[in-house]
């Protein structure tokens, strides 16, 4: 049995970008599994943007981090003691930020590694994936012939909203935040265009990338894409709302000047959260398990070592340095 | 057969609020109907918010009014001439802004004098009336329990969206611009709480009307009404994009900085225009007649006497000073 554990605190909530001063690396021994829970030796864990959302005191359909405490995650792992897995399975769970996490097992979902390395299942897989897929079908609506947008096309979710789309036969547009990322989202993703939000105005380059306007925008940034988007979209288009990351670091922000073009087209904007969609989970594994092994998802991951680099990891996700699902390693299997 | 014909054109573009310069009042001949056309004496012309967008130069749902050219709307008239309906026939049309108006025939509605004064088919029982029962049923997808919150709800669409809504056991929440209208909209309409936007922030007096939020906004203004709405919008609630008359007048706007709430709160936002609704329009008669004939709606009318004045109503309805709907006699039955 291992003797200590290793885990990431919130030592202080961010008033804007986080810094490392508000993560703490706290070393506890590894708690007992109670009745019905299991020990997980964390292989993997996740880093998303909606995370930073629960770094705020403010209420929100997922309860705040609290100062002092653990912070939670998509995490991968092998169990190792317990009850209600057998030791030697491999589970998704949401307790990430720490080497060794005691879950309820019924919280703790087995996945299978012949498919795709454990780590998938925190991306392409994993909430991201399904979110994806959520976004696009249920959310946005897909239907035929849609000229679909994405933004932080490279990112875990905006990637496979991409390649859905692209997979159904849909012309797709993405933006991210650099020329690598640029040629990453055409190149390897297979978008038919790809832009830059850095190279110029988002509606400007978004007009040249479909200068007949678009059917769908999946937006995973708000602010001037949001703007640009609704400018850009056709009488009946819809757009997801699935994040907002360019307002995760502020506490205020400013909204599309241009909503009210949504009455003329007829527009519909739809939020939503993926966990009330598990209904959707085995619809989804079908279909982009199916992408996977026909070779016809890429996925990059950006990838950390260790857990004491979580929290820079977290930070650099927020400014745009990862390309794909961005984890931490944090041992062997 | 009478000699001369009235009607306003469009003098110039206002760039900010109307004024008399923009409109013209020009004498004509009164115009012979051709084959499959009627001449109208029109009795009662409608002026609208929606007018205003079509002022500007820029594409839209429909084309922009022309300088030079007469301005068009809803009106109601009585057949004197043509082919295609027996004179005496009183019909509802949209080439209002004139005294006597040849209309296809096929673009006038007869409508049921017995039912209700022929002005009712250009406020409850027309456009404004179908929008209101559209923008609540089908676009809002009002649910059983739903709190709803309807803004300009002393104006000709607010109104009857807010006591449809009553008469479906809805509690119902209005704001208006002014002490008097919001006593019309609490006594005489029935809203359980009224209030005006002129008071203070929208946020603070909807929560004080509604301190455990609201499922439904009837969106007639944008604005800061839209952003205290989403801040009041319970998990799953919907946004009815029905109008903006807070940017009417204006060539840019502010965007509601808070829209994404719309993501943790799974919120819905959907812009339509009624004209793609007319499919519903003998749900919405048979609903909202039966109301009427019940004297369960009640509907002010603010009245403006001639053709002359109907630029200044116009003018007047953009700056809230008409109660229920505006309209413009042209002349008696």
């Given amino acids: 049995m291992p003797a200590r554990n290793r885990q990431i605190h919130l030592a202080a909530r961010p008033e804007a970008e986080p810094a490392p001063k508000h993560f703490d690396l706290v070393e ?10 299991i020990l ?13 959302g629960r ?7 997922v309860p705040p981090f609290q100062v002092g405490e653990p912070l939670e995650g998509g995490a991968v792992g092998e169990v190792i003691g317990g009850d209600g897995h057998p030791a030697g399975t491999l589970v998704v769970h949401n ?3 720490r080497e060794y996490a005691v879950v309820p097992a019924r919280h703790a979902l087995p996945i299978d590694p012949d498919l795709a390395p454990p780590q998938t299942y925190l991306g392409v897989l994993g909430m991201p994936g399904l979110t994806a897929y959520v976004g696009l079908l249920d959310i946005g609506g897909l239907r035929e012939g849609d000229v679909v947008f994405v933004s932080a096309a490279a990112g875990a979710v905006g990637s496979l909203a991409g390649q859905i789309a692209k997979a159904r036969g849909h012309r797709v547009i993405g933006s991210a935040g650099s020329p690598e990322k640029v040629a990453y989202v055409r190149d390897e ?11 110029g105005p988002v509606a400007r380059s978004l007009h040249q990338a479909a200068p007949d306007g ?31 990351i360019a307002f995760y670091n502020s506490a205020t922000a400013t909204g599309p000047r241009n909503l009210g073009l949504a009455i003329g ?23 982009v398990g199916g992408l996977l092994r026909e070779g016809k998802v890429a996925a990059r991951a950006t990838v950390v070592e260790g857990i004491e680099r979580a929290p820079s990891a977290f930070i650099g996700l927020l400014s745009g340095e990862n390309t794909g699902k961005m984890l931490v390693r944090l041992a062997d299997q």
Same sequence: chains 1, 2.
Avoid at 40 to 52: K, T
Avoid at 55 to 61: G, V
């Fill in 28 to 37: 506890t021994s590894v708690p007992d599994p109670g009745p019905g829970e």
């Fill in 40 to 52: 997980v030796r964390n292989l993997w864990m996740s880093v998303d943007p909606y995370m930073r």
């Fill in 55 to 61: 770094m705020w005191d403010r209420p929100s359909y």
């Fill in 95 to 97: 307790l990430g930020w």
């Fill in 189 to 199: 993703l297979g978008f038919d265009e790809a832009f830059s939000y850095r190279d």
């Fill in 214 to 244: 678009i059917d769908l925008y999946f937006d995973n940034v708000g602010g001037d894409h949001l703007e640009a988007a609704l400018g850009a979209l056709r009488v009946n288009g819809r757009v997801t709302l699935c994040g907002a």
């Fill in 265 to 287: 087209k007829r527009l519909t904007l739809r939020g939503f959260i993926v966990s009330d969609h598990q209904d959707r989970r085995e619809a989804f594994l079908a279909e």
